[in-house]
T-cell receptor, first 109, second 114 residues
Framework: GIQVEQSPPDLILQEGANSTLRCNFSDSVNNLQWFHQNPWGQLINLFYIPSGTKQNGRLSATTVATERYSLLYISSSQTTDSGVYFCAVEQGGYSTLTFGKGTMLLVSP | DAGVTQSPTHLIKTRGQQVTLRCSPKSGHDTVSWYQQALGQGPQFIFQYYEEEERQRGNFPDRFSGHQFPNYSSELNVNALLLGDSALYLC?????????????FGPGTRLTVT
């Protein structure tokens, strides 16, 4: 099956810093989503981005499908950005997601 | 617009027992998928229901079964619980168009097996 690798596995930032999270995948995909999992376990949709670039406030994402990677940018980080960020991809036509292992982000005041 | 809801929030069961978890999809969605998330891991796909039938299944034993009702809500049943079944169980819903549908997740049910 498809492999999804996220880096870095852990990231510690000071409030106000910028960061880039990376997601590499091993095969072509129909869909790529970025999620933020809060401390209570809720997966919050950040981006649905099978290709191209999108921006939402301080967050933006870019997927280069031909090179099989996606990047999530977080600017001016806040303590509420802490949590685990997951990249998930779908291939094969039934909208079932394969997740990476996540990047654990801790933003300190 | 109601999002995906799941019940119960937490559950504690004993080895060998059976458990049923419930999910109501986001309004307008017709497809429900279930995922298991062990501590420190990403969610793993269990199975997906569409038109009241299991459409696709991940690498999980037959102890894991499910159902989808005419109103698109779904249940996940696990029989003969093992300690290793302790995890966060997540339900996701989407509207089936062909492929690449955006998935929305519920808050999860945290199952502890003792």
């Amino acid at each position: 099956g498809i492999q999804v690798e996220q880096s870095p596995p852990d990231l510690i930032l000071q409030e106000g810093a910028n960061s880039t999270l990376r997601c590499n995948f091993s095969d072509s995909v129909n869909n790529l989503q970025w999620f933020h999992q809060n401390p209570w376990g809720q997966l919050i949709n950040l981006f649905y981005i099978p290709s191209g670039t999108k921006q939402n406030g301080r967050l933006s994402a870019t997927t280069v499908a031909t090179e099989r990677y996606s990047l999530l940018y977080i600017s001016s980080s806040q303590t509420t950005d802490s949590g685990v960020y997951f990249c998930a991809v779908e291939q094969g036509g039934y909208s079932t997601l394969t997740f990476g292992k996540g990047t654990m982000l801790l933003v300190s005041p | 617009d109601a999002g995906v809801t799941q019940s119960p929030t937490h559950l504690i069961k004993t080895r060998g027992q059976q458990v049923t978890l419930r999910c109501s999809p986001k309004s307008g969605h017709d497809t429900v998928s279930w995922y298991q998330q062990a501590l420190g891991q990403g969610p793993q796909f269990i199975f997906q229901y569409y038109e009241e039938e299991e459409r696709q299944r991940g690498n999980f034993p037959d102890r894991f079964s499910g159902h989808q009702f005419p109103n698109y809500s779904s249940e996940l049943n696990v029989n003969a619980l093992l300690l290793g079944d302790s995890a966060l169980y997540l339900c996701a819903s989407s509207y089936f168009r062909d492929h690449g549908d955006e998935q929305y997740f519920g808050p999860g049910t945290r199952l502890t097996v003792t």
